[in-house]
Nanobody
C-alpha cells in the first residue's frame, strides 16, 4: 500500500495557527483510525491526536487538548490537524499514520504507513 504524505508545516510565531494535511497517496485513507504524532529533536515520538474511521470520535494528548482539532475527509482521502494558539514547545516534526486493527491508539508501535513528516517550528 502507498504511504501517507504530510504537508502544511512551517515557521510561525507563538499564538499563530497552522493546518496540517495528511493525504493518502495511491490508496484510500486509513481503514481504521488516523493518528498524528510529533517528534522533537532528542525526544521520543509522542501521540498528539487520533480520529476514528467515521470521524465520530477524536482523542487528544493533554498538552494539545483545546488547541488542536483533528478531522478527516474520507471522500478526499485526507486527514487534517488544525493547530491553534501554537507554543514554542509544539515545535517538532509532525507525522501521520494508520492505526492497525486492535492497536493501542496512543502507541506509535501500533501504526503503519508513516509519512515523511512535516516540520513545525514555533518561535517565541
Amino acid at each position: 500500500q502507498g504511504q501517507l504524505v504530510e504537508s502544511g508545516g512551517g515557521l510561525v510565531q507563538a499564538g499563530a495557527s497552522l493546518r496540517l494535511s495528511c493525504a493518502a497517496s495511491g490508496r484510500t485513507l486509513c481503514t481504521y483510525a488516523v493518528g498524528w504524532f510529533r517528534q522533537a529533536p532528542g525526544k521520543e515520538r509522542e501521540f498528539v491526536a487520533s480520529i476514528t474511521r467515521n470521524g465520530g470520535n477524536a482523542y487528544y494528548a493533554d498538552s494539545v487538548k483545546g488547541r488542536f482539532t483533528i478531522s478527516r475527509n474520507n471522500a478526499r482521502n485526507t486527514a487534517y490537524l488544525q493547530m491553534n494558539s501554537l507554543k514554542p514547545e509544539d515545535t517538532a516534526v509532525y507525522f501521520c499514520a494508520c492505526l492497525v486493527s486492535g492497536g493501542i491508539m496512543v502507541d506509535p508501535r501500533y501504526y503503519n504507513s508513516w509519512g515523511q513528516g512535516t516540520q513545525v517550528t514555533v518561535s517565541s
